[in-house]
Structure formats: C-alpha cells, structure tokens
C-alpha cells in the first residue's frame, strides 16, 4: 500500500518557499506520493459549497489563494526526485484536451516518469463556466472524451483523434511520456458517473470518503463501493482485480460521532484507531491513501508529518 499527503498549493503556505519544504520533507520521511488539487477561480468562499465536509466550508484556509495546479506539480517535480505526484484531481473541463495531454507529458518528462493524473469532471458550476469552453452540463461527456484524447496523444505517431469536442489530423506530438505504458489515470469521484468513467478507463478509483451526497466515511460503506467498482469494471469487460483503490483522507486522528449508518467514521478516534483502519483498508483491496497536514502554518505542518511518520508510519 502506497502512503502519500496533500501538498499545499492554497493558502498560507502556497508560497515557492514553504511548498518546496514540505514536499522535500515528505520525500525525506518516505511518503510515496503527494497530492495537488485543482482550482482556477472560486466564489466567496465564506459561503459554504464544498460538498466534502460536513458544514460545506473548504478545509483549507484561503482556499481562493490557490496557485495553479499543473505549473505548481512542474515547479514540484523540479524541487523532489523520487516521490510521486499526483493531481487530486485535475477538472477535466479547465484545459482544452491537446494542450492539457501535451503540460501531462512535459511533467512526465520533466520528473522523469513520477505523474499520476487524477482526473474528474468538476463541481463548481461558476467555475466552469468561466474556465471552460464547453457547457457545464456536458462536463461528463466532456471529461470522457478528454480522457481518450489524452491517450490517443499519448501513445500515437500521427494522432488523429475525431470527438465532438476535440479534433486531431494526423499531427505530430512529441516528446511521449517517460512512462510505458502512459501515466496512470486515477478517477475521483463517488457518483455513479464518476464511478462508471473509472470502470471504463480508470487505472484506480480515487474517492473521498466525506461526499455528503454519497457517502463512505465508513468501512462497511466504503466496502460496498469498492464492490460496486468491482462490479462496474467487470460490466464494462475489464479485469477488475487489476484496477487499483486509493482513498483521501481529509482529517484523521480526532473524536467524531459516529456515522448515520453507526459505525465509527473513518480514521477519526485515536492513532490506533487510525493505524487499524489503514490495516483494514489494506485488506478489503486499498491500495493508497493519502492524507492532509494542511493549516496556516508551515513549521506546525512539518512537525505534524514528522509525527505521523514516527506515531503512524513506522508502526505499519
């Protein structure tokens, strides 16, 4: 099982100098992978939207600061050299399809092979519609469609590639990603669309548990959407055993009440708590987690990750 963490590319501590020290530091302390996620332009964020925590505000503080997710993986993968990165997700609809596979391979290129492409089709309607060129509401279709072009470009000579929304004669698109085969897609989302789009193409399944609309913030709750997955990729004619899980952790180590279904939420109580459900993930077919140290200040963060790493990481 991989473990990464949540780089901070929001608020106090998306600055050059403070997001270069904390990935350093998780790759010092053997993390697998670190995170990006994906905002261009946000709403007054005092009014509460967010669909993955309980009260719809962001956790992050002054999540409208953001620095732009695909440039900042760039400047990151120029300041590590082993860990992964990972977008945790990149919306799909912000970027015209060629230009988007085109940054993908040039940070493929540039980590020398380290990018996972997390993907999803977005949520914030004002955002898409101010970013994107193409309807909010097909942002699935969208999204499907991207993701084909991304591989065409990817793996073809002469690309050619005839979709509604994305066009291809025969051109040529070099260099190709450092990774055979291309960098693994990882599907967010815990729809049925999303879960559908990561039956069809996805290389993993990345959820969150807290999704007030589709919940599984529990273990039996997340178990039956990985079997749901499993069921989906079979449905679509795939093998689903060779279909990796991760799940993003947004808070762990804290009392909470125990979920609508009664049982305990995941990775809230104690570290024993947390160290048994990774445990538990692990069994019923997880493959990665990643988790969150994000807050105002860059020194409480660090030592956060340092003490995960001596309380959780070197006890499983």
């Known amino acids: 099982m991989l473990i990464g963490f949540n780089l901070p590319i929001s608020g106090p501590m998306a ?7 904390v990935a350093r530091l998780g790759e010092e302390l053997g993390f697998d992978y670190l995170t990006l996620t994906d905002h261009i332009a946000l709403p007054d964020v005092t009014s509460p939207g967010y669909p993955y925590s309980e009260t719809g505000e962001y956790y992050s503080p002054d999540p409208g600061h953001r620095m732009e997710q695909l440039t900042a993986a760039a400047w990151i ?23 988007t596979a085109k940054m993908l391979t040039t940070i493929d290129v540039l980590s020398n092979g380290r990018l ?8 914030q309607k004002v955002e898409i519609d101010a970013v994107a060129t193409t309807p909010f509401e097909e942002r699935g279709a969208v999204t499907d469609e991207y993701i084909d072009a991304f591989r065409a470009v990817w793996t073809q000579k002469h690309v050619t590639f005839n979709g509604k929304y994305t066009k291809i004669d025969g051109l040529m698109v070099d260099p190709k990603p450092v990774q055979k085969p291309p960098p693994p897609i990882w599907v967010g989302g815990e729809t049925g669309p999303s879960m559908r789009r990561a039956a069809r193409v996805g290389d993993v399944w990345y959820p969150i548990g807290s999704n007030k609309a589709n919940m599984l913030d529990t273990l039996p709750r997340l178990e039956a959407g990985i079997a749901k ?3 989906l990729t079979g449905k679509a004619g795939r093998d689903p055993a060779k279909i990796g899980i991760a799940y993003r952790v ?3 180590g804290q009392p909470a009440p125990l979920g609508s279904d009664g049982c305990r939420k995941l990775f809230t109580g104690s570290i024993a708590d947390v160290i048994e459900d990774i445990a538990a993930l692990r069994h019923i077919g997880v493959t990665a987690m990643d988790f ?5 200040d860059t020194g409480k963060a660090m030592q956060d990750m340092k003490k995960f790493r001596d309380e959780v990481l070197a006890r499983i």
């Open 116 to 123: 996972d492409v997390g993907i999803g089709a977005g949520w």
């Open 292 to 296: 969150d140290f994000e807050g105002r």
């Open 77 to 99: 993968a120029a300041k590590t050299d082993k860990i992964r990165l990972v977008l945790a997700v990149m919306v799909v609809p912000h970027r015209p399809a060629i230009v």
């Open 229 to 231: 997955l499993r069921d």
């Open 15 to 21: 600055t050059a100098t403070d997001m270069a020290r």
């Open 250 to 252: 947004k808070r762990h």
